[in-house]
């Protein structure tokens, strides 16, 4: 069983930063990509950084430049810098693996940790 587990999130005023981890543990042969979504409160849950296994980025347009996001495939940890926050990007924070081959078969799936609340005051 793949778990994951977020952490580093809170409460910061706008213009702050913040840094989130994720770990993932379990048996597992790789995971092809990582990332963060975020859902605000009577939002859906949305895309904000992704990375994969050769480090390839993408971001959501409301975050270039602001967030950076990084990973440790060793440790099969993801990494979500934040700064220079805004009272938008309130709202709980979930890793995300994708593409996560388990043994025996190596048959891939998708997995979620609980999520992180973030929360920026303005």
């Known amino acids: 069983q793949v778990q994951l587990v977020e952490s580093g999130g809170g409460l910061v005023q706008a213009g702050g930063s913040l840094r989130l981890s994720c770990v993932a543990s379990?048996?597992?042969?790789?995971?092809?990509?990582m990332g963060w979504h975020r859902q605000a409160p009577g939002e859906q849950r949305e895309l904000v950084a992704r990375i994969t296994s050769g480090g390839g980025t993408n971001y959501a347009d409301s975050v270039k430049g602001r967030f950076t996001i990084s990973r440790d495939n060793a440790k099969n940890t993801v990494y979500l810098q934040m700064n220079s926050l805004k009272p938008e990007d309130t709202g709980v924070y979930y890793c995300n693996a994708a593409g996560v081959a388990v043994p025996p078969t190596g048959r891939r799936y998708d997995y979620w940790g609980r999520g992180t609340q973030v929360t920026v005051s303005s």
């Open positions: 379990g048996s597992m042969f790789s995971i092809a990509a």
